[in-house]
């Protein structure tokens, strides 16, 4: 929804395989999140520089 009403996005599908032995899930999923947010707004990672 845009602005109340439907619209068409372009979206993608990410997905990440990890070994449970090494990584926690809930620390995989937080470098999914971080992964998603630098492609939705890549100018965010110049300001952690």
């Given at each position: 929804m845009v602005n109340g009403e439907l619209a068409v996005r372009k979206v993608t599908e990410l997905t990440l395989t990890f070994d449970h032995r090494v990584c926690d899930g809930g620390t995989a999923a937080g470098f999914?999140?971080?992964?998603?947010?630098?492609?939705?707004?890549?100018?965010s990672l110049l300001a952690d520089l």
């Open positions: 999914l999140r971080f992964v998603a947010d630098a492609m939705e707004n890549p100018t």
